[in-house]
């Protein structure tokens, strides 16, 4: 089975420029999450998704994040415009319904902006 | 609110001898507790939880956690270390009324000697 994958595994942009991030969750996986690894700091949560719609997203930063599951499938979640702060690593994870269930993550996506 | 810290930023241990990695945790609910690894360059791996039951728990790789209510404690550990399982290791801690969100510890870089 295949896990959660995320692309890009890296990007390098400029302060002001747009980036888009994608996360295809494991099949069959309704919940979907988005964190955030900033300098080394703890892993902070920026929203979940159930199939399409979005369930929490109290840890959005700021409304120069967007983040879609159009179909209930795949993630992306956009920065426009990207601002020196923004970089980290940004994790997507995915699980069963449930809270006992845990999640799996992908590799991550490594940002930086200059 | 809910809350996880990791009071140890580093644990360095000889290969063969027990290991133990610190968490302690605040829920306003029962809590359902995890823990995942990292290696470098990879995504965090699922390695053991607690959700209900007996409070030792044992996962992957030969790592337990045991879930201390009282103490409000859920710390890692292994018997005897070995090299490989040199990594960064995260604690988290989700409501059991909350589908949602994981809050995640600092992290904890663990070094095993030769």
């Known amino acids: 089975e295949a896990g959660v994958t995320q692309f890009p595994s890296h990007s390098v942009i400029e302060k002001g420029q747009t980036v888009t991030l994608r996360c295809d969750p494991i099949?069959?996986?309704?919940?979907l999450y988005w964190y955030r690894r900033v300098m080394g700091k703890e892993i902070k949560f920026l929203l979940h998704?159930?199939?399409?719609?979005?369930?929490?997203e109290s840890g959005m930063p700021n409304n120069r994040f967007l983040a879609e599951r159009t179909g209930g499938t795949y993630s992306t979640l956009k920065v426009q415009p990207a601002e020196l702060e923004d970089s980290g690593v940004y994790f997507c994870?995915?699980?069963?319904?449930?809270?006992?269930?845990?999640?799996?993550f992908g590799p991550g996506t490594r940002l930086t902006v200059t | 609110a809910q809350s996880v810290a990791q009071p140890e930023d580093q644990v360095n241990v000889a290969e063969g001898n027990p290991l133990t990695v610190k968490c302690t945790y605040s829920v306003s609910g029962n809590p359902y507790l995890f823990w995942y690894v990292q290696y470098p360059n990879r995504g965090l791996q699922f390695l053991l939880k607690y959700i209900t039951g007996d409070n030792l728990v044992k996962g992957s790789y030969g790592f337990e956690a045991e879930f201390n209510k009282s103490q409000t404690s859920f710390h890692l550990k292994k018997p005897s270390a070995l090299v490989s399982d040199s990594a960064l290791y995260f604690c988290a801690v989700r409501d059991n009324t909350n589908a949602g969100k994981s809050t995640f510890g600092d992290g904890t870089t663990l070094t095993v000697k030769p």
């Open positions: 998704f159930v199939k399409e719609s979005k369930q929490d």
């Open positions: 994870a995915s699980s069963q319904v449930g809270s006992i269930y845990e999640q799996y």
């Open positions: 099949s069959g996986h309704d919940n």
